[in-house]
């Protein structure tokens, strides 16, 4: 019922950085803690950040820490994702992916498990 389009992916040399959107439309809500899931090709997906229906709350995946930030502005339904320092590794198909639950304040024991709808995902290729 909730409708999540991810954008702002691309190419980009290692240490660049790029910023990713996530526009959600439909049946919204911000009671819901939002998250940014990544999958690259032959490895399960990975929660790469979540943050709380506050804003306050926040998690990363220990590989993206100091990297990347994970924001939302819940009056315009948008969350965020900025990524510098861009490694290779870092190369994945990104989904925007809202939670099962909503009030939820165990937000640093989240996992990709626990997000329902997801968006289409946006691409981030990372360069040598």
């Known amino acids: 019922q909730v409708q999540l389009v991810e954008s702002g992916g691309g190419l980009v040399q290692a240490g660049g950085s790029l910023r990713l959107s996530c526009a959600a439309s439909g049946r919204t809500s911000s009671s819901y803690a939002m998250g940014w899931v990544r999958q690259a090709p032959g490895k399960e997906r990975e929660l790469v950040a979540a943050i709380g229906w506050n804003g306050m709350i926040t998690y990363y995946t220990n590989s993206v820490k100091g990297r990347f930030t994970i924001s939302r502005d819940n009056a315009k339904n948008t969350v965020y994702l900025q990524m510098i320092s861009l490694k290779p590794e870092d190369t994945a198909l990104y989904y925007c992916?809202?939670?099962?639950?909503?009030?939820?304040?165990?937000?640093?024991?989240?996992?990709?498990?626990?997000?329902?709808?997801w968006g289409q995902g946006t691409q981030v290729t990372v360069s040598s």
């Open positions: 992916a809202t939670d099962r639950r909503i009030w939820r304040t165990d937000i640093t024991n989240m996992g990709a498990a626990d997000f329902g709808s």
